[in-house]
């Protein structure tokens, strides 16, 4: 059992009061929020916070982990020239090794900024699971059929993934209403109602994707989504950058998760989501990195910032977007979305913690701690990351059962192959759901996956 003692917590179980309580963890769980008292069980480990600060974790709700063998290898390119003469030509290359060695890279990254869970996209997800099983961090997966994939994979995976390991779990998805048609929806459809699963698809992440859905079935992706019963059972959409009136309405009655992106929609001049509407209209409201080929960081400081400035310069209002909302979606309502049991610090909880070095100049003075993580905070501040009751990272030194050294050179020697294997490469003809997880195609593209073929 290890103790937290001596410093805050902000335990966002109701609003973002910071208490002088110290909290009890044992094995995956928290056993004990309150204050000090006399007589307690013995501790194998007790944490001196020093006055810094503990609260929950936060949760990468939107990612592409294994796409950290692409950052900065494909910047400040027109979209075309970024997808056919970059992205695709290495992600045809990929095996599961080296996915499994680029989502320990991500991990690592995760780990010291305090991000202990993530919601990823992607594919060969053995090997995914695996890495992060490895590493001790827990990974959420979502599903990314597209219209010329086996569908049946969609129910193995959903069986397997989620009886796989307490880190591991799964959730049913699509990758795109433009790389689906009306067959696979109503695939989709039949394996939600018969799991009661809720289902995130990417959503109107594009202006262009918005009118080429119009243009193809007279509604938007949400609407489509909607009349094909896709959101019985809850879930929600990645990006939500172009979302109109009857969409929010649609988000709003059915609860759905709009997970915002601000970094990678920044970067790729895909438009800034309107997140205050979505916190007026009470739609709830979380964060994800979307992948390091299109942000490129993993850092959920960064994003928190963006999410909030950029609303202030959208909305031409300085008191739009209340910082609190969000850290609230960083850290709590990620939780609910990606159904992880940690959108809190309380007794029964999943033990997902970070500690937050106030002593730092960024962090002061402090006239409102909350709102310093947001406008102030950075990687730098994160002293110590727990995931599932586990110790993962404290104080530059990781536990994550191979040294960063290791992982680095093991990530850094699998680009270095990719790289050398595509250098004459042309960018592969035929379908592949890594190169177009990422929601930009030709006009060809869309036509070839809508109709189910291949070239």
Known sequence: MIRFYNGKLLSLSGGFEISDWEVWVEETMILYVGPAIGAHPPFEREIDLKGNL?????????????MTFLRSYADDLPLQSWLFDKVFPLEAKLTPDDIYAFTKL?????????????????YKRDAFA??????????????????????????????KFNNLHPLISYIPGIHAEYTANLDLLMF???????????????NSETKREVEECIERHG?????????????????????????????????ARRGLYAVTCPASNAKLASGIAPVS????????????????????????????YLAAVLQKLREED??????????????????????????????????????????????????????????????SNVLLTMVNGKILYEDGVYHVGESPEDIIAHARAATDHKQRKTAYAKPPKDFSFGGFAYGRRSDDAVGRVLAGEKE
């Open 54 to 66: 503990l609260m929950p974790g936060f949760k990468n709700a939107h990612a592409h982990s294994a």
């Open 106 to 122: 991500a991990i690592l990254e995760y780990l010291k900024g305090g991000i202990t869970s993530a919601f990823d996209m992607y």
């Open 130 to 159: 695996q890495a992060s099983i490895d590493c001790g961090f827990r990974m959420v997966l979502c599903g990314a059929l597209a219209a010329g994939d086996d569908w049946t994979v969609g129910e193995m995976d959903t069986i």
């Open 188 to 202: 989709m459809k039949m394996l939600l109602d018969e799991y009661k699963m809720p289902f995130f698809t990417h």
């Open 219 to 251: 509604l938007t992706p949400t609407q489509l989504f909607e009349e094909n019963g896709l959101f019985e059972h809850g879930g929600g959409g990645f990006h939500c950058v172009w979302l109109d009136e009857t969409d929010m309405d649609i988000f």
């Open 277 to 304: 509407e979505f916190l007026r209209r009470k739609i709830p409201l979380a964060i994800g990195t979307d992948g390091p080929a299109s942000n490129n960081a993993l850092n959920m400081f960064r994003e928190m």
């Open 318 to 379: 300085a008191a739009s977007c209340d910082a609190r909302e969000i850290l609230r979606a960083a850290c709590s309502t990620g939780a609910r979305a990606m159904r992880i049991d940690a959108d809190c610090i309380a007794p029964g909880k999943l033990a997902d913690l970070v500690v937050i070095d106030l002593h730092q100049a960024n962090m002061q003075p402090e006239h409102n701690t909350v709102k310093n993580l947001v406008y102030s905070g950075s990687n």
